[in-house]
């Protein structure tokens, strides 16, 4: 069974639109994670939920926000997109302080 | 602001060769953690390092964590192609406010040949 699943794995999209990505754990955790690496690798928080709460929120833009209908989900919307918003989205878990699992990735291309 | 500082940063190595990657970090943190990713895919967690002097191994790989002097080292033994892949060192550092996300080093690009 897939411990951390997102879709859609990939998603490309033009300039302006409004996009979501959704993420599921099955693995009980309490705290879910977004993360964005981008076309060098890197790779950089943007999100951490726990127990429904929004903990940190890093300076990302406010197109984008993050929804958890409950803890084995959180959602990544995004709104008005752009050329840099290109890049792998990763979601994640993990218990309180543990250690982090991360799902398979949506690759996002804004043309 | 937490900085996670790998290197090197690209690492051409023969098979069977031995060799270490490097893991700083500027801020006092008893967690640490090594992954792998392949072309492509997502992150593989290799190893969690939860205390000073803390060393696991896997098969070829080892890992170590120095808290004091900020450090973590990966070594790679008798290295095999099969081991080719990207591995980043992440730092968990926990405010006391609940989650903290972990903040990744640059990522070591490791290409294994024959």
């Known amino acids: 069974d897939t411990a951390v699943s997102q879709t859609p794995k990939y998603l490309v999209t033009q300039m302006g639109n409004d996009k979501s990505i959704k993420c599921e754990q099955n693995?009980?955790?309490?705290?879910m994670y977004w993360y964005k690496q981008d076309s060098k690798k890197f790779l950089k928080i943007m999100f951490s939920y726990n127990n429904k709460e929004l903990i940190i929120n890093e300076t990302v833009p406010n197109r984008f926000s993050p929804k958890s209908p409950d803890k084995a989900h959180l959602n990544l919307h995004i709104n008005s997109l752009e050329l840099g918003d290109s890049a792998v989205y990763f979601c994640?878990?993990?218990?309180?302080?543990?250690?982090?699992?991360f799902g398979p990735g949506t690759r996002l291309t804004v043309l | 602001e937490l900085k996670v500082e790998q290197n090197p940063l690209f690492l051409s190595m023969q098979e069977g060769k031995n060799y270490t990657i490097y893991c700083n970090y500027s801020t006092t943190s008893d967690r640490l953690y090594w992954y792998r990713q392949d072309p492509g895919k997502s992150l593989e967690s290799l190893f969690v390092l939860l205390s000073n002097g803390a060393v696991k191994q896997e098969g070829r790989l080892m890992a170590s964590l120095d808290t004091k002097a900020r450090l973590s080292t990966l070594h790679i033994t008798a290295a095999v192609h099969d081991l080719s892949a990207t591995y980043f060192c992440a730092v968990d550092v926990y405010s006391g406010g609940g989650a903290d996300g972990l903040t990744f080093g640059k990522g070591t690009h490791l290409i294994i040949q024959p």
């Open positions: 693995l009980g955790h309490d705290t």
């Open positions: 994640a878990s993990s218990p309180r302080r543990g250690e982090q699992f």
